[in-house]
């Protein structure tokens, strides 16, 4: 028994003495170099190039200063050659953000911008605190339904300031049924400022469909004096009003010839009833059209007017 006590204490006096040998040495833990796998509750690297390829040292080369033709920018400090998911395992981008918010912080010295595409090093259009910056192509955003053709444009941002539109507006409502829909809960719902505005003004069209405000056609102008046997053009909607006395026959023509042969209003005295001897006629006539006033016989007074509905 006290020889295996014995034997027992100096077995652990070479082991004391052997592992004090070597307490100055450095422990090293060989890993997967250069990817190591496992699980770090904390990890800090200068900079990393995650991907299969870039994984490749002399390949994808850092830059040691600005410039000195590494393949990796010197300012970079994080690259990645596939895609990156947050909130997801599965990013099908080469960023996606599934249940999550990104946010940009404007700080005194910054103002961060999101950039979109490169045409010749230059980014297509940029979204920041200070607006959205188009530059091309021909200095325009567009919004499309299918991104693989320029034919299905929905909206068109030009720098000029124009916008187009395709398809309905609504304002007011979520279903438009023409180009431009307004509802109002109020009286006054659309409001069209172009200097000519007046009360009572109606906005009228021209032929190519551009509006102003007018007065109301609806109203009359004066009346203006006429010269019987010429022809005239009716720059508004109007009436022809004539007076006549003595014998003889009056015609008003009207239509949309340069010479018009339609008669629209007509009276003829023979002289043999003396109340018959003097009148008037009164003929419509259509903004655009020609008209006149013919006489035949012995007249001896006769006036004709034109009497406008509104202003041309």
Partial sequence: MAKSKFILLLLSFSLVTFFSSFAEDTLTITTYYPSPYGNYRELRAKRIAIGDDYIQGGTYDWEESDGDGGEIDYAADLVVEGNVGI???NPTRKLEIRDGDMQLIQTVTAQPRIYFGEVSNTPVFSWGFDGLNVS???NRMV????YS???DELMTFNQSGTMYLKGNVGIGTTAPTVPLHVVGATTGAVRIVDGNQSS????????????TWKANSGSFGDWEVMTPNVTYQASTDGFVVAKYCC???ISGYTDSSSTPSRIRAFHKDNGDDADDSSGSITMPVRKGDYWKVVLEGSWSTCSIYWLPLGTS
Avoid: F, H, I, Q
């Fill in 87 to 89: 909130g997801t395992v």
């Fill in 247 to 249: 014998m003889g026959s």
């Fill in 136 to 138: 091309s192509p021909a």
């Fill in 200 to 211: 009572g003004y109606v906005l009228t069209s021209d032929a190519n469909g551009v509006g």
């Fill in 143 to 146: 919004l499309k339904g299918e």
């Fill in 149 to 151: 053709s320029w034919t």
